[in-house]
């Protein structure tokens, strides 16, 4: 019994470490559409090819995110706003953006 369990706890553990490793791959695509663009003006529609194929929805799905087109708008939304991943994921942009979303409520 307790080699089935310490087995089913590496096998988890090998599951969450390949969706981080999907994951990265995303936001590498993310980072790579906004490149794009910056220098050539089609990010946006970059990003939406990307996820519409089926390499895209498969490195989707293995991250664990639904590859539908509420996502592919979300992505292509996140990509025109210009702001890549590293800063997005940052401590002092959400706080810079919660900080402004305080002051348009009041």
Same mark, same amino acid.
């Given at each position: 019994?307790? @080699? ?7 096998? /988890?553990?090998? %599951?969450?470490? !390949?969706?981080?490793?999907?994951? =990265? *791959?995303?936001? =590498?695509?993310?980072? @790579?559409? #906004? =490149? @794009?663009?910056?220098?050539? %003006?089609? %990010?946006?529609?970059? #990003?939406?090819?990307? !996820? &519409? /194929?089926?390499?895209? &929805? ?6 664990? #995110? ?5 996502? *592919? ?8 706003? %210009? *702001?890549?991943? +590293?800063?997005?994921? +940052?401590?002092?942009? +959400?706080?810079?953006?919660? !900080? ?5 409520? =009041?």
């Amino acid at each position: 019994m307790k @080699d089935f369990v310490d087995g089913t706890a590496y096998n /988890s553990e090998q %599951g969450n470490r !390949a969706r981080k490793l999907f994951a =990265a *791959v995303v936001l =590498a695509a993310l980072d @790579d559409a #906004i =490149a @794009d663009d910056k220098k050539f %003006g089609n %990010g946006p529609e970059q #990003i939406a090819r990307w !996820a &519409r /194929s089926r390499d895209g &929805r498969e490195v989707l799905s293995c991250a664990g #995110i639904d590859p539908n087109e509420r996502v *592919v708008s979300g992505l292509m939304e996140f990509v025109a706003k %210009g *702001v890549r991943t +590293s800063v997005a994921l +940052s401590r002092e942009e +959400s706080e810079r953006r919660n !900080a402004a979303l305080q002051q348009e409520a =009041a």
